[in-house]
T-cell receptor, first 114, second 112 residues
Framework: SQTIHQWPATLVQPVGSPLSLECTVE??????LYWYRQAAGRGLQLLFY??????ISSEVPQNLSASRPQDRQFILSSKKLLLSDSGFYLC?????????????FGSGTRLTVV | LAKTTQPISMDSYEGQEVNITCSHN???????ITWYQQFPSQGPRFIIQ???TKVTNEVASLFIPADRKSSTLSLPRVSLSDTAVYYC?????????????FGRGTSLIVHP
């Protein structure tokens, strides 16, 4: 069966520090991968998505970047965190064809920038 | 682009049936409608999915009219544990890949 792993679960980082969040998927090949952010009391904001290794599409210009060095690995990074980067970050995957298959989310990372 | 509109919040009481409606006027022919449930500090989880008419599973029912411009998630006899945010999702097609776009979600609070 397919599983998605996301870590760490919580993170407290000072302003100006770098960030690296990792997400890996098991049990499937060539998945679509996504990074979402959820601010307190807000909905899910799509940040990046990837349809293949090295292929990254950005939905929102910001202080973050994403990379997909391997088929089932998706990394969210920042060189210098801002206070506004605080939030709940979720990784998700889906099969690459059609919206008639659901999206599976990881357990999330709670990032607090202080 | 297919976008969704849902009520921001709803209140109900234990044992009642709850219906949450989502509007998606620009839904594409190939798009399915999927509903997710999210508890605090957790990722959303799949509830139900449909294309047209009615779909029912052990958790909920999904009603989709013929024009598919809206859908209604029906939760029978809710309990306190159904308090969560519910998202309606319609896939978007871009370059052959489907990109999920979540609405703001509906915050359902179930009272004793």
């Amino acid at each position: 069966s397919q599983t998605i792993h996301q870590w760490p679960a919580t993170l407290v980082q000072p302003v100006g520090s770098p960030l690296s969040l990792e997400c890996t998927v098991e049990g499937t090949s060539n998945p679509n991968l996504y990074w979402y952010r959820q601010a307190a009391g807000r909905g899910l904001q799509l940040l990046f998505y990837s349809v293949g290794i090295g292929q990254i599409s950005s939905e929102v210009p910001q202080n973050l970047s994403a990379s997909r060095p391997q088929d089932r690995q998706f990394i969210l990074s920042s060189k210098k965190l801002l206070l506004s980067d605080s939030g709940f970050y979720l990784c998700a995957w889906s099969v690459p064809w059609g919206s008639n298959y659901g999206y599976t989310f990881g357990s999330g990372t709670r990032l607090t920038v202080v | 682009l297919a976008k969704t509109t849902q009520p921001i919040s709803m209140d109900s009481y234990e044992g009642q049936e709850v219906n949450i409606t989502c509007s998606h006027n620009n839904i594409a022919t190939n798009d399915y409608i999927t509903w997710y449930q999210q508890f605090p500090s957790q990722g959303p989880r799949f509830i139900i999915q449909g294309y047209k008419t009615k779909v029912t599973n052990e958790v909920a029912s999904l009603f989709i009219p013929a024009d598919r411009k809206s859908s209604t998630l029906s939760l029978p006899r809710v309990s306190l544990s159904d308090t969560a945010v519910y998202y309606c999702l319609v896939g978007e097609s871009t370059g052959g890949s489907y990109i999920p776009t979540f609405g703001r979600g509906t915050s359902l609070i179930v009272h004793p």
